[in-house]
């Protein structure tokens, strides 16, 4: 079984910086794209930042320069560092991945979610 784990979030002042990290575990083949997602209170899932196969990263223009997605293959890790917060990021952030599990195929993974709260 293949699972995704978070970790990183709390609680930050306004301009502080958080690393999050995303561990894939499991009967794992290989680890596609991989993505941060985040919810805020009353608004719908967004993207945050991506690492599509065969692509460039791609970031929501809100934390463009600001916020930096990574990848370690050989940990089957993500890592999303977040710098020059801001309250609006405030929100539950999901690490997301296509990852190719051995014996049963390629699948769609969320993580559990962890929350990042920025104090003004």
């Known amino acids: 079984q293949v699972q995704l784990v978070e970790s990183g979030g709390g609680l930050v002042q306004a301009g502080g910086s958080l690393r999050l990290s995303c561990i894939a575990s499991?009967?794992?083949?290989?680890?596609?794209?991989v993505a941060w997602y985040r919810q805020a209170p009353g608004k719908q899932r967004e993207l945050v930042a991506a690492?599509?196969?065969?692509?460039?990263?791609n970031y929501a223009d809100s934390v463009k320069g600001r916020f930096t997605i990574t990848r370690d293959n050989t940990k089957n890790t993500v890592y999303l560092q977040m710098n020059s917060l801001k309250p609006e990021d405030t929100a539950v952030y999901y690490c997301?991945?296509?990852?190719?599990?051995?014996?049963?195929?390629?699948?769609?993974?969320w993580g559990q979610g962890t929350q990042v709260t920025v104090s003004s």
């Open positions: 997301n991945a296509h990852i190719f599990e051995r014996l049963r195929g390629r699948y769609e993974f």
């Open positions: 499991g009967n794992i083949f290989s680890v596609d794209a």
């Open positions: 690492i599509p196969i065969g692509g460039s990263t």
